[in-house]
């Protein structure tokens, strides 16, 4: 098992890359979109990017935009998308990726039944699938909801089009309502498929990406299951500030009621958390308490995966003494 970081498209690619080498990520996952990642970004950085990747060691693989459709009913909307998704295959492939992932949005009925939707899905994967290949690289299909392509549908999908799986654990777990036994039935049915994983949490209502054990997934069952069916890349796809600064408040309440129970008795002023602001100083608490939990997620999952002693001496030999992080192990 190896771990990667994805970018987030907001930030600056280059710094990104450097935040998956500074915490020692093993590769790094490049989401080719907008507004900072876009096919023309990367081809303009593209020297850039291939030596920072080469000076952190990174392995990379890709991740196509999200938001376009695999399958539309309007041709001509059909057409762009279909030649977006091959730009970015193009762009990721020149500095590197030879992996690249795609999943479908949802499928939009309009005057088409979803049959139909679905074969026009499978025929625009077949097709970039081939493109793909012809350029040296695999294309992966991601698991999303129910309602863009259920699993049935996805066997049909992987069969005939010859790709093989991204697993998004987050994805099944809001689609499951919460169910991490159904997350765990679902790895087991495609396992043969899944060569690539996608790691977050939440709190089985939404795909909100939280960090590693922060949401209600049941990671103690999760990590042995899938440990015993796979052992390849996994990618951790952590939310920006919206989590931090949800973890940064939580913090701050149970700072100030141990306080509160500490000074029982004590006349006290009332203590108020403000509402947070959007200045530079707020800007860089939320970029701290994003990497932290980033890094945190990391060393959950190496922990669960290899066991507590392998992870501290892992860390140990990454950072000397005196400029590894605090580890929570």
Request: with cysteine; glycine share 6%.
């Amino acid at each position: 098992m190896i771990i990667g970081y994805v970018n987030r498209a907001g930030k600056e690619l280059l710094g990104e890359i450097e935040l998956a080498g500074e915490l020692s990520f093993d590769y790094f996952e490049l989401t080719v979109e907008s507004p900072n990642s876009t096919s023309s970004i990367i081809r303009e950085s593209k020297r850039q990017i291939i030596e920072h990747i080469q000076s952190y060691n990174l392995g990379i693989v890709g991740h196509m935009p999200w938001y376009l459709h695999v399958a539309f009913p309007y041709e001509s909307v059909q057409r762009a998308c279909i030649a977006e998704f091959e730009d970015a295959i193009d762009a990721a492939g020149e500095v590197g990726a030879k992996k690249i992932t795609i999943h479908t949005e949802f499928l939009p009925k309009f005057h088409k039944t979803r049959e139909e939707l679905v074969q026009q899905t499978i025929q625009n994967i077949a097709g970039l699938s081939d493109y793909c290949r012809s350029r040296g690289q695999n294309l992966l299909i991601e698991n999303y909801m129910d309602f863009s392509m259920n699993a049935n549908e996805l066997e049909q999908l992987i069969k005939t089009c010859r790709v093989g799986m991204t697993y998004d654990v987050g994805h099944e777990f809001a689609n499951s309502k919460g169910d991490t036994q159904k997350v765990i039935a679902f790895a087991r049915r495609f396992s043969k498929n899944i060569v690539h994983m996608h790691f977050s949490d939440n709190d089985g209502k939404a795909d909100s990406h939280m960090a590693i054990s922060k949401g209600k997934m049941d990671w103690k069952k999760l990590i042995p299951a899938l440990k015993s069916i796979y052992d390849g890349p996994i990618t951790l796809e952590i939310a920006d500030t919206a989590g931090a600064l949800k973890s940064q408040a939580i913090n701050a309440m149970k700072i100030t009621s141990a306080r509160a129970k500490k000074n029982k008795g004590k006349k006290m002023h009332a203590i108020k958390i403000p509402e947070p602001e959007k200045t530079s100083a707020n800007a860089s608490d939320l970029e701290k308490a994003y990497r932290e939990s980033v890094f945190d997620s990391k060393v959950f999952v190496e922990k669960g995966w290899y066991g507590r002693k392998k992870a501290r001496d892992d860390y140990e030999y990454i950072y000397p003494k005196g400029k590894k992080p605090v580890l929570k192990i």
